[in-house]
């Protein structure tokens, strides 16, 4: 059979590209409202597409729980995780594989947690909340029940004491205690902070906990893959290199000032935090 010569210049060329590689489905934890949270992420995840050599896909859960399960299923590749929720994906499934944490604009891999009220509100102190209602994220949010239990603790207060409820997010926590349906909240600092010109102010601060993890799973990811992942991300310099800060300029805010390289150690300060603390699946109210 003759090939025709443009039918031959096709299939050289074809043999000649690199294979692409299946979709990479990732997840995002449900921080804020879903169009806001895939605006943040995705300029990311199309900057990791070439050296992946694969397209990535968004799977969307508003439950920490629901992500974790389909993760453990095979059904996500790579997701995004606070400590909490990721020592309690590790712990199950062993081949949760840390890549990077994300750094802050100061060049730390760390952050903080806040307890929030209003400005109107007559709180001044925690020592006020008892019999309080209290918004909560979600049982698996390290800025939830965990940090909230422990900032409470400190002043003498037993969350059971409380009347607390768990919302969904950091944003329905913090535009919540605005509108007064909950007299505090707990949220990570940075959503404190980027809603207290509508009225936050912060009760109390958690001490610094280890930052966001970028996690892979290697049940269903090559070691390469994942390799050229965390290389391209650590190579990354934002806070050092104008060019990097030009193209990460438009990311969200949690991810665009580089990296450092992540390893299950660093959330082990969380687990000693966790061990004595059994967290309700549900509110009390």
Known sequence: MQIRP??????????????????????????EQKAKVLRQVMPLFHYLEKPAASQFKVSYFDNYAD???????????????GPLPYIHLRAAY???????????????????CSLITGIESDLTSIAQLKGKKIGLT????????????????QAGINIQDTRFRYTGSHQTVALG?????????GVKTSIAKKYSHLGLITLSESASLPGFVLVANKKTMTNATIDRIRTTLLDLQPLTDAGHRALTMGWG????????????SDYDI????????????KGNF
């Open 6 to 31: 443009m039918t031959l210049l096709l299939l050289l060329c074809l043999s000649a590209s690199p294979a692409v590689g299946r979709d990479i489905i990732f997840s995002p934890l449900p921080m």
């Open 67 to 81: 992500i974790l399960e389909n993760f453990k299923q095979g059904k996500i590749d790579l997701v995004f995780l």
């Open 94 to 112: 062993p081949q949760a594989e840390p890549i990077v944490r994300f750094l802050d604009q100061n060049g730390k891999d760390t952050y903080t």
């Open 138 to 153: 979600q049982p698996h949010s390290t800025c939830g029940y965990l940090t909230v239990h422990s900032l409470l603790e």
């Open 177 to 185: 205690v605005i509108r007064g349906e909950y007299d505090a909240g």
């Open 253 to 264: 805010t949690n991810i665009r000032f580089g990296t450092t390289e992540a390893r299950d």
């Open 270 to 281: 969380i687990r000693k935090q966790s061990r004595s603390i059994t967290i309700p699946e």
